[in-house]
């Protein structure tokens, strides 16, 4: 059964870290897609933040470059997301995808997400 299951959020006060990681199961293999982090803030769509490409580049939006870091180990199938001097709009639910998002039964898939709060 495909699967995305994303952890590694928690409370964390502003200029501190986090590191997340995506795994996936089932049929989806991250080597050979492209994948992204998402956040949806509090009361906003789901935004991009951070791309990785199965030909090894990455990717990033402007509000998080220099401090976020995508990675993937392709053995493990999981892809991370170290984010680093996070501020107080980092806060939300941080969720992966493959590019174009999963659908099951013509549905998106989406995991669980995982929740990142960041204090002042």
């Known amino acids: 059964q495909e699967q995305l299951v994303e952890s590694g959020g928690g409370l964390v006060q502003a200029g501190g870290s986090l590191r997340l990681s995506c795994t996936a199961s089932?049929?989806?293999?991250?080597?050979?897609?492209?994948v992204d982090w998402y956040l949806q803030a509090p009361g906003k769509p789901r935004e991009l933040v951070a791309t990785?490409?199965?030909?090894?580049?990455?990717s990033y939006a402007d509000s998080v470059k220099g401090r976020f870091t995508i990675s993937r180990d392709n053995a493990k199938n999981t892809l991370y997301l170290q984010m680093n001097n996070l501020k107080p709009e980092d806060t939300g639910v941080y969720y992966c995808?493959?590019?174009?998002?999963?659908?099951?039964?013509?549905?998106?898939?989406w995991g669980q997400g995982t929740q990142v709060t960041v204090s002042s």
């Open positions: 995808n493959t590019r174009p998002i999963m659908r099951i039964n013509g549905k998106e898939y």
């Open positions: 990785s490409t199965a030909g090894g580049t990455t």
């Open positions: 089932g049929s989806i293999i991250f080597r050979s897609n492209d």
